[in-house]
């Protein structure tokens, strides 16, 4: 019997440390989506936003990169592209701790392929991939890639962020999404 107690008080413990509370998942979301929009080098990084099309009505998740929200919000807030433009631009989105936006501005809306985005699709690459054995990739390795070519890349990068790992493409390579470690 305590033999079983011992294994229960193992396990429990090992749980704590093994998963975020919802809190702590939050702040590491935030972080990547900070990470995501201060990125300016070839290397993109992902990250998950929810968008409000204010003529539609329409609301969903989207995962782009962090330079097209950029761009998207020099458009919506009409910012041109100068040192003071673009600071403008990224202490509006650090403001937005919720990841929440809503743009009125159809080339914004286009800038983050809002229309395109499938949320059906989503849902399928979600079934389609063991994100558990991604996840212990990631845990064990600090790497994970997925080939150029995949359809359901910004898919899985939707995912993992959701998860709180970030995520990027490098474009200059063929479009590889690869796991980011943690940015500073």
């Known amino acids: 019997m305590k033999q079983r107690y011992a294994i229960l008080l ?11 509370t919802p ?6 979301k935030y972080k990547n989506y900070v990470a995501a929009i201060q990125n300016g080098s070839t290397f993109r990084y ?6 409000k099309d ?12 962090g330079n097209f929200l950029a761009g998207a919000l020099h458009i919506e807030l009409n910012c041109d592209y100068s040192e003071k433009g673009d600071r403008q631009v990224l202490e509006y989105a650090k403001a937005r701790k919720d990841r929440y936006f809503e743009f009125s501005n159809p080339k914004a809306l286009a800038n983050i392929s809002f229309s395109d ?3 059906v699709l989503l849902i399928k690459v979600k079934q389609l991939y ?4 991604i996840e212990a990739e990631i845990k064990s390795s600090k790497k994970f890639e997925l080939g150029p070519g995949e359809k359901e890349m910004k898919y899985v990068a939707h995912l993992l962020f959701n998860m709180g790992y970030l995520t990027g493409e490098n474009s200059c390579f ?10 500073k």
Do not use: H
Not at 10 to 20: E, K, N, P, Y
């Open 130 to 133: 063991n994100f558990r054995d």
């Open 10 to 20: 193992g396990l429990t413990i090992l749980a704590v440390f093994a998963f975020r």
């Open 46 to 51: 992902f990250t998950v936003i929810s968008v």
């Open 54 to 65: 204010k003529k539609t009505g329409v609301l969903k998740d989207i995962c782009t990169k």
């Open 174 to 183: 063929g479009g590889t999404l690869e796991y980011v470690l943690d940015p």
């Open 23 to 28: 809190e702590e998942l939050e702040v590491k």
């Open 117 to 119: 985005y499938d949320s």
